[in-house]
């Protein structure tokens, strides 16, 4: 149980252009979803919080004109990439968790954006 | 503000050797310390969690401690794999919120 799935698992798009990327949990209610990025041979840092029916919390520095996050149920968040930039490539993580508190986070598998 | 440290960087053993991989925090405060494996180009999979109220918790051949005081996280491989070989990262609450604070990870390769 506990599985998250991401939508798409890579994409390449044109600079100036919006990619949107799902995180969906499959088999459980999420309460709490968070969205992480990581550069290669880097860590997963964390960029936003989403909780389902409220505004995303940012993380200092993170652009939230620029990362649109919506997470309209309790079993999907999107994270969209408006007006993509190359510095924009990078892996894409997000989690999910069941209840508030201090519960384990389920990761999805990630998606790949390289802007070009 | 939690910070997380993993030593050594990448670690290469051969098949068999029993190995540990070493996480430490800056924030004793700690609720929730998990490591997870990461495969190349894939995300996270969750090996343990370790709670404040605990001091290890084991499954099949891993291990993993937690020693607040020190601010220390250790997690031992038993008996290792090559389908171990896989990049193991150390993650820890940041003291009172939710969040997760990761370390950089120890890239292990296990050689046959």
């Known amino acids: 149980g506990a599985v998250v799935s991401q939508h798409p698992s890579w994409v390449i798009c044109k600079s100036g252009t919006s990619v949107k990327i799902e995180c969906r949990s499959l088999?459980?209610?999420?309460?709490?979803m968070f969205w992480y990025r990581q550069f290669p041979k880097q860590s997963l840092m964390l960029m936003a919080t989403s909780n389902e029916g409220s505004k995303a919390t940012y993380e200092q520095g993170v652009e939230k004109d620029k990362f649109l996050i919506n997470h309209a149920s309790l079993t999907l968040s999107t994270l969209t990439v408006t007006s993509a930039h190359p510095e924009d490539s990078s892996f894409y993580i997000c989690?999910?968790?069941?209840?508030?508190?201090?519960?384990?986070?389920?990761f999805g598998p990630g998606t790949r954006l390289l802007v070009l | 503000k939690q910070e997380v440290t993993q030593i050594p960087a990448a670690l290469s053993v051969p098949e068999g050797e029993n190995l540990v991989l070493n996480c430490s925090f800056t924030d004793s405060a700690i609720y929730n310390l998990q490591w997870f494996r990461q495969d190349p180009g894939k995300g996270l999979t969750s090996l343990l969690l370790i709670q404040s109220s605990q001091r290890e918790q084991t499954s099949g051949r891993l291990n993993a401690s937690l020693d607040k005081s020190s601010g220390r996280s250790t997690l031992y491989i038993a008996a290792s794999q090559p389908g171990d070989s896989a990049t193991y990262l150390c993650?820890?609450?940041?003291?009172?919120?939710?969040?997760?604070?990761f370390g950089k990870g120890t890239k292990l390769t296990v050689n046959p």
């Open positions: 088999d459980f209610q999420a309460t709490t």
């Open positions: 993650a820890g609450d940041q003291g009172g919120s939710e969040k997760l604070v």
């Open positions: 989690s999910a968790r069941i209840l508030a508190g201090w519960e384990t986070q389920y």
